[in-house]
């Protein structure tokens, strides 16, 4: 009942957040990032009404998905990709948010199955411009969605951004209000482009009052992970 319980909680803080923000919260879609917990615990989060999932290890969530096939979820990608995962991505996930290399693009619209509808996908954007961190700085961000546009079986929904990590909520709001320009901008270019992925436990009312369409909650749903990712994997 404690996932139950949380994600009562969690719609609540969205909520809340939003009416302060003057903002519809229909608006904000939730995503539960379940990376590491059990296909149980994702099965008690459905069961009180949560329908979309952010994965990171690819082979970890094909074992849930294969579980969890008798219910109507959404999954996304989320973590990092290398080329030899895209055929597996793109025949199981309705979503990859990780999304930064033309050449994964082109990967994930070739092997994207034709009885499937289109693979949304939305450009990770390094927004802090950090060395250790995935994703596209702004200048190759225009190039890539140009890229991704002229595919035929992906589709681009809009950006995705993990700012650096901090307590200082100006320096949060400073890089989330970047971040809405730049999807701003990219949603004026692209009719598809509808998704802003930004905010987590710990920032989300912050990326909610700067323009968040989805956030991504892990701990304050699911608790403080107690076992590390499984064993070597890596994305």
Known sequence: MTIT???TKVTNHIEKAAEIHHRDPSDIE??????????????????????????????????????????????????????????????????VQSLDRAKIAQRLAAQRPTNLPPLNVCIQVNIDNEPTKSGVDETALWPLAETIAL???????????????????????????KAHTLYQRLAANYPSVDTLSMGMSGDMAVAISEGSTMVRIGSALFGQRATPPPSGQVN
């Not at 579980?67 to 895209?86: A, C, E, M, R, Y």
């Open 30 to 95: 939730l995503l539960a990032v379940s990376k590491t917990w059990s296909a149980q615990h994702l099965r008690e989060a459905a069961v009180a009404g949560q329908s979309a999932f952010g994965e990171n290890y690819l082979q970890e969530a094909l074992s849930k998905i294969a579980q969890l096939q008798d219910l109507d979820l959404v999954w996304h990608f989320i973590g990092p990709i290398q080329s030899n995962k895209t055929k597996d991505i793109a025949q199981h996930f309705d979503w």
């Open 151 to 177: 595919l035929d079986r992906i589709v681009l929904r809009g950006l995705m951004v993990i700012p650096s990590k901090t307590d200082d909520q100006e320096q949060q709001r400073h890089s989330f209000h």
């Open 5 to 7: 319980k949380n994600l």
